[in-house]
Each structure stands twice: as C-alpha cells, then as structure tokens.
C-alpha cells in the first residue's frame, strides 16, 4: 500500500470546506452561499441586475482556479467539487438561481465527462425554471491526437483565458450572445500542453501515479491522466522544443495553428510544486522558440493558475490575440488568483524583447582614483606579487582541512569557497613578470582583489572579504609604510564588525583579525621592529585561532548549533591564521 502523502489539513473529510472558508476569510470580496459549496462576488446582485453572470467550477484541487478567479472582471460565482471531483448538480443549480438575471449567465465548463454531465443537468434544470442560460465547453488540450472518437480535447489551463475574456466583456455590458460568441473563438484559437516531473495525490491517499526519476510525462491531464507519452528528463529549453512542436505539428489533429507574424498571449503555468526558477527559465526558454520562428509573444503570464495538488509540473498555454482579447486580458480584476504583469509605462502590457540596462561608467573619475593612489618601487611590488601568491596558494593547500572543521557547525564548505577565491585571484595575478593585478599600486590591487573574490566566492565569506580589502584599500591610498597597512588591517576589522554583525569573542574571523590587528598597533611607532612585530602578531593571531574551540558562538552559522558540538577550532578564524602565516613566511625570505 502506497503511503499516504504529507498534507497540512485538519481533516481529509473536511478540507474542501475548510479551504472555502478561509479564501473567504482572507478575501474581503468573496462570499459563499449558505447551504452549498459556491463561492460569489460580493457584488453579485449588481451582476444579476445589470450584466450577463459567468459561471464556472469543477473539482477542487486546481487551486486557485476555479474559485480564486471569483470577483469583478472575472467569475460572478464558482461551484467547486470535492477534490478532482465534479461538483453536484443541485449545488451549480444554486449558483445559477443567485446569479442569473435579464441578461442571463455563461456557464464554462471544462472538457470533463463529469463537468459536462454535472453541468449540464443543472443548465437544463435552470432552462426549465426560465433562466437564460448558454454552456460552453472548454477543450484545447494539443496533446490529444487520436483520430478516433474519444471524450475529446480536455480543458487545461486555458480554461482561465476563457474565463477572463468572458468576464471582461460581461463587465462592458456585452450581450450574452456576444459573450459566447467570443468565448468559443477563443477556444478554437488556443492551445494548450503540460509536461509532469512527479506525481499527485489526493488527501488521504498516497502518489496517483508513478513517473521514473529520470523521466518526464508529457501531455498528462490535470487529474494525472496519463499522457501521449515519455522522454527522459532534459534542459528546459529541449522540454519547451518539445511541448510546442508536439502542440504545433502539422500532423496532430489537435493542433494550435500559430504561424510567422502571428501575435499570441502565453501562459506558463505551475501544476503544482514548480519553483519561479524554474517558471522564468521556461518562460524565456518559450519565448525565444516562438520569436526564433516569427511569432510575436504580446503577453505573458506564470504562475500557479489552473495546478493539480503537489505535481511537480507545467503547462504552456497559447492564445492567439485579437483587438478583443488583448483588451480583454488586460481589464482590471479584483480575482485574486490572477497574477497579472508589471506593466511599463511606455508599453503597458505589451511585452517587447528590450536590450539590458547599460550604466555609464565614469571612465575619468576611475582613471583619477588610479592615478591618485601611491605607487611602490619595483622591489616592493614584486614583495606584494610574491605574499599575494603565497596567500592564496596557502588557502587552496588548506581547501580539505577547513572544510573538515566546517562539517561541525556548517555546511563542510569554507575551505573550498575560500580556494575559489584565491584560485581567481591567481588566475588574474597571473606571472611575476607581467603581473595582470596592479601590484605597484596597492590601493588598486585591494580594490580589484575585493571584486574578485565578491564575485568568484560569493556568499557571506565572500561578503566579508570585499568588506575586509575595500575598507582597508583606502588606507594605503596615500602612503603605504608598516603603519598604513597596520591602519589597513583596523579599517577592514571595523568594516567586518560594521556589517557582518559579529564582534570580537563572537567565535569568528574576527578574533584572530582582532588580536592581530591589537599587536600591530605598535608599528604606529617609528621605533618598532616591523618583523618582530608582524611575528608577533601572526602568532597571536594563531593563538587566538585555536581559542575558538573552546569559545561559545554568538554569530554566524555556529550559533545555531550546540554548543557541545563546537570542539575544534573555527574554520574562518583558521583560515586567517593561515593565510596571516603565509604573509609573514614571504616576507622573513
């Protein structure tokens, strides 16, 4: 027996209802008709009295459709069913009877067996009782190319396109027959396919199917019908490729006719448990197919519109666009399953394939920084190549032995993240001969050193870093001597405290950076021995290192552990005790 999948729910029997109650509760807008399962528009005797109502529903499960596109510009009332069940006859009879009035009311319904038949009893009751009443199944499932005769093209996620036209042309006052009218041409110019990466389930009940890990399901239905068939798993962009020459051959009977200058509206729609990641990338994956082929892509809409529980998954709709349906996806809604596009103030919702932002960079202002800053000897530059390169090499030989201490209060990374940096920077120090980083200018290298490792390390170590050799750029700007690389060495300390949070005694970098920086206050002095100094002070900073067993963390990623976990050193304070040993092993040579 297959388990039963994790779900929040405080009862399986219930859930239905008390999801509708909280969509209620949190939306303003929303009401629901006592003694049935229909979810209206506040507003909904303003409809019934002035314009045609539109009407849908099916099972629950799809969240947010149906229910989440009840409000104005949108559904005059939704009748949802248990989960991907179809809802009962007299409780769509109910919605009819609230909401129907002289103009009447379009029920949409999508292409299900049971919606139809549901549906349609209730329809033909509400003809009976005198209700002017239209029914328009929605099909524009492309996946779907039998020849035979079979239960048709089902209803997928274009059924919220639909929707949308309709209820924006309600809210123009159009007639009911108008509305119908555009609805169904509508239906014949859209398309729609999903592909599935894991299943669903019900509540209550454990996967509904079963897709192989190394394998995507295409063409399923929103309730886990089974497909047109398999591929192995692939980049998004082979998936889109895929989607849309299956919707778009010749040679499938339910096909979507888009062809070069033709203008669509996308929908990229999440089945369940897709991440925006993942969304965006096909979208744009999507976009660049159809334009590659001379097909405009005026609008475009993701999100999680019409889902399937939990299923790992997507669908691409396409909507061919007209004057009438650009107007009417672009009206106002107060539906809160709507997800519509951050306009522009140029275009408004036309989408347009626009270069990137360009900044000008103020070449003459850089070059006089550059030029402003002190220059060193030849000697001392070659002195500054050869502890840069030291450094670095130091930390990469270390990469294991800080990831090892890394294991007990993170994520067993620090060593490597700090061997990323110092491998790019060597990658651009390049040879002693023509170093490729400004050794000569100390200010500058600083500078460069911090982009790098900001880019090439990320995260906070590489935060800190950029923070650490910033700072400190500024001190040896103008002179660079013991004490200004001393200053240097504070100015990055404080920078660190400033932004990272920490202090020292927090069990961080900071510490052994902090006792050194406390020695080397003595090169201030124009007596002081800068070697017998910086010795000093390397030897602290070990010292101080190797303190951090013992010490309880306040900040970072080792605050959040136990503390009787915490029994070898930090690795970021070890870390700068190597790298502090390797600057004055250069230099004592």
Not at 88 to 99: S, T, W
Not at 187 to 216: A, E, K, N, R, Y
Not at 285 to 293: C, G, M, N, S, V
Not at 519 to 548: H, P
Request: charged share 20%; hydrophobic share 40%.
């Amino acid at each position: 027996m297959a388990k039963v999948t994790k779900k929040l729910l405080d009862s399986v029997e219930t859930c239905v209802d008390d999801m509708l109650e909280g969509l209620v509760a949190v939306n303003p807008g929303l009401r629901l008709l006592a003694g049935h399962r229909v979810v209206l528009r506040e507003d909904w005797e303003d409809v019934r009295a002035n314009k045609v109502a539109v009407v849908s529903g099916g099972g629950s499960g799809h969240e947010p459709g149906y229910h989440g596109f009840v409000g104005s510009g949108l559904l005059t009332a939704a009748v949802p069913g248990n989960i991907f069940a179809s809802p009962p006859p007299e409780d769509v009879l109910a919605a009819l009877k609230a909401v129907t009035g002289p103009a009447g009311v379009i029920v949409l319904v999508t292409n299900y067996t049971g919606d139809r038949l549901t549906f349609g009893i209730a329809v033909e009751r509400a003809r009976a009782e005198g209700l002017q009443v239209e029914m328009v199944c929605i099909g524009e499932d492309c996946a779907v190319s039998s020849k035979d005769k079979t239960a048709g093209r089902r209803g997928l996620a274009g059924t919220v396109f639909v929707q949308k036209i309709a209820g924006a042309l309600s809210e123009e006052g159009k007639s009911l027959g108008e509305i119908v009218d555009a609805v169904k041409s509508a239906i014949s110019s859209m398309g729609t396919m999903g592909v599935c990466l894991s299943p669903c389930s019900v509540p209550g009940s454990g996967p509904m199917f079963q897709v192989p890990h190394d394998t995507i399901e295409l063409g399923l239905g929103v309730h886990g019908e089974a497909g047109v068939g398999r591929m192995k798993m692939d980049t998004a962009e082979k998936v889109v490729e895929t989607v849309l020459n299956h919707m778009t051959n010749p040679d499938n009977t339910s096909r979507i006719e888009v062809n070069k200058g033709d203008s669509v509206a996308l929908l990229v729609n999440n089945l369940g448990s897709t991440a925006y990641l993942e969304l965006y990338i096909i979208a744009r994956d999507t976009i660049k197919y159809l334009e590659a082929r001379g097909v405009s892509v005026e609008r475009t809409y993701v999100g999680p519109f019409v889902t399937s529980q939990e299923m790992a998954g997507m669908s691409l709709t396409l909507l061919r666009l007209d004057d009438t349906r650009r107007r009417c996806l672009d009206a106002p809604t107060t539906a809160h399953g709507w997800f519509p596009v951050c306009p522009s103030p140029s275009t408004g919702t036309l989408r347009t394939t626009r270069t990137r932002v360009q900044l000008s960079t103020d070449t003459q202002q850089a070059a006089t920084i550059t030029a402003d800053a002190t220059k060193v000897d030849k000697d001392t530059a070659q002195q500054i190549f050869h502890v840069v390169s030291a450094v670095c090499n130091s930390l990469m030989t270390a990469e294991e032995q800080l990831n090892d201490l890394d294991r007990a209060c993170g994520d067993g990374d620090c060593g490597s993240t700090l061997a990323k940096g110092a491998k790019a920077i060597l990658s651009a120090l390049g040879s002693a001969d023509t170093p490729g980083l400004p050794c000569q200018t100390p200010a500058v290298l600083l500078q460069e050193m911090a982009t790098i490792v900001e880019k090439s390390m990320g995260g906070a170590s590489g935060g800190l870093y950029s923070l650490f050799l910033t700072a400190g750029a500024q001190s040896v700007m103008t002179s660079v001597t013991p004490a200004s690389w001393t200053a240097a060495l504070k100015a990055g300390v404080a920078s660190i405290i400033r932004y990272g949070g920490a202090d020292p005694g927090d069990r961080t970098m900071l510490d052994p950076l902090h006792s050194a920086a406390e020695v080397l206050q003595a090169l201030q002095g124009e007596t002081a021995d800068t070697m017998a100094t910086l010795k000093e002070a390397v030897e602290t900073a070990v010292n101080s290192a190797q303190r951090t067993a013992s010490m309880a963390a306040r900040a970072g990623r080792a605050s959040y552990v136990s503390t009787d976990r915490l029994t070898r050193p930090d690795p970021g304070a070890q870390a700068v005790a190597i790298w502090m040993r390797a600057i004055y092993s250069t230099l004592e040579k």
